[in-house]
């Protein structure tokens, strides 16, 4: 028995706790008991196991220490980033040395519903891998990169989740509607200059307004919703000039089939639309007249289905529908009419809540909604009827918590719910009722962040009211600490309501009121110094009201009014001299760019 225990000494010396070698090596020990003594094989066993635990400290308590999970420290491009070069090489930093060879094309993928094939390479010395795409993206289109707990270590340790990110690239021209005072509202096109920014095509001829909006590009091809005045809202698509801006189809042959929420999936392009027979329900297009076909007849007969939320989820498309039995609920496609049928009658009945804020987090999908019993509350799904789950009942009881602005920062889902007690603030969840909890009480009131959620630079900032302060720009970490103000704009309990939170070069810009300069283009580093105004570009006291803010050509765009030519189209490099208007479309009123 003393030799025993020696054994057992020393395979706790390797490691201090039962580890799998060890536990195999007391198997390899058992099977040299001599044979004679095979009769008291349990009492040997007994006394193994009780010298094993000595040997190892314990018998009373579990000393064992877990090996972490590999995790990823920075991501390049972030995550939702736009104006992303065509020529991008994705690098991500893993938080410890990986195993190579778990690197490949399906651990590590770059797609845009077709799948980028690209190299894969590896540093050992920074725990950087990066990927170089075979060809040049195309511009203007949203990727999705992907990585996978396929990725070990050399010892197998997994990365602790499924990370995922989204990016735009860059636009070679921006289209955009407007109106000259002459042809009406009509779909127009920059190239970044005031020479080059002109009309594409009057489609609805004369004065008439088309009204272009819902501007998706697919296949290197604008495709958007508008009306020529004979035809109707119909789809059309541009590929830039007026020759080659055409009505897709007319879907009905009247004035109804307004089609909405113009998504792409599979290569496809998806959108509600009614045919003036079957009521409004889901169609898809691949820009031909041909191939443009609703996808299943969801409730029958001239009834609308108004399916919603388009949001697609590992080659499956997902939203919300009424089927006229089941009322509101969440529906999944292939794109097929097989293909496409309910997930799960969440509300019993036809009185439903739809689902709603579908957002993919973690290759799962989440959403408000209701049963009826819990009231609005945060859901998700893996896209089964057993799997689409209630994560927490955040307002106990029937009462809404109403979950809204589902923003996916640093692999946590933040969203902001009322739970009853607190009021309406910030919320957090990793997918699981424990953690599901609100990131801070920022006043102990009701007032609530508001005006959206926006990732910049590792750090998710919001508008919120402390109730000393007014509304103004807050920023966190995700901890209760790290939660604050990032600077009182308005100074004292009067409001900045700040909104508009665009990432461009660095810099996070937004609308917001000092109270001296009226409401402006502002900008943060993420400091409080740092916070500046960048132009009072209507002077004075007075409102330039900047909106529609996005990124063009290394360039910040928006509108704005200077009080002289009304609300046009305007440049920003970020500097007070580098905010000028682009140009005046209508020279005797608003232009009104970016009118929805």
Known sequence: MYKQAIILTRLCDTNNYLSPYNLR??????????????????TILFTATFLLLNACGGGGGNDSTPVPAITIT????????????????????????????????????????????????????TFTATFTPDETLLSNTLYTAKLTTSITDSGGVALDQIYTLTFTTARDILFFNANDGVIGNELWKTDGTEAGTITVKDIYSGSGHSSPTQLTVFNNTLYFRASDGINGTKLWK??????????????????????????????ILY??????????????????????????????????????????????????????????????????????????????GLGSFPPRYLTVFNDTLYFAASDGINGIELWKSDGTEAGTIMVKDIYSGSGHSSPTQLTVFNNTLYFIADDGVNG?????????EVGTVMVKDINGHFIS????????????YFTANDGAHGYELWKTDGTKTG????????????????????????????????????????????TEAGTVLVKDINPGNFNSSPYGLFTFNNTL???????????????SDGSEAGTVILKDIHTAGSSNPFAQ
């Not at 993928?109 to 799948?115: C, G, K, P, Q, R």
């Open 25 to 42: 090596q007391q198997s390899l020990f058992r099977q040299h008991v001599d044979n004679s003594m095979k009769a008291h094989f349990s």
């Open 74 to 125: 920075s991501i390049t491009p972030a995550d939702k980033s736009t104006d992303v070069s065509v020529n991008i090489v994705l690098s991500v930093r893993f938080a410890k040395d990986i195993d190579p060879n778990t690197l490949t094309n399906s651990s590590f993928t770059l797609s845009n519903n077709n799948t980028v094939s690209g190299v894969i390479v590896y540093d050992s010395t």
């Open 238 to 267: 541009s590929d830039g000039t007026e020759v080659g801006t055409v009505m897709v189809k007319d879907i009905d042959g009247h004035f109804i089939s307004s089609p909405d929420e113009l998504s792409v999936f599979n290569n």
């Open 271 to 348: 959108f509600i639309a009614n045919d003036g027979v079957n009521g409004r329900e889901l169609w898809k297009s691949d820009g031909t007249e041909a191939g443009t076909a609703m996808v299943k007849d969801i409730y029958s007969g001239g009834f609308n289905s108004d399916p919603g939320d388009l949001t697609a989820l590992n080659n499956i498309l997902y939203f919300y529908a009424n089927d006229g039995v089941n009322g509101h609920a969440l529906w999944k496609s292939d794109g097929t009419e097989a293909g496409t049928a309910m997930v799960k009658d969440i509300y019993s």
């Open 424 to 432: 309406t603030k910030l919320w957090k969840s990793d997918g699981t």
């Open 449 to 460: 962040p508001t005006n959206g959620l926006s990732v910049f630079n590792n750090i998710l």
């Open 483 to 526: 939660t604050t103000m990032t600077k009182d704009i308005n100074s004292g309990g009067a409001h900045s309501l700040p909104k508009y939170l665009t990432p461009y070069n660095g810099t996070l810009y937004f609308q917001a009121n000092d109270d001296t300069h009226g409401y402006e283009l502002w900008k943060t580093d993420g």
């Open 557 to 571: 765009i928006f509108a704005a009014d200077d009080g002289t030519h009304g609300y046009e189209l305007w440049t």
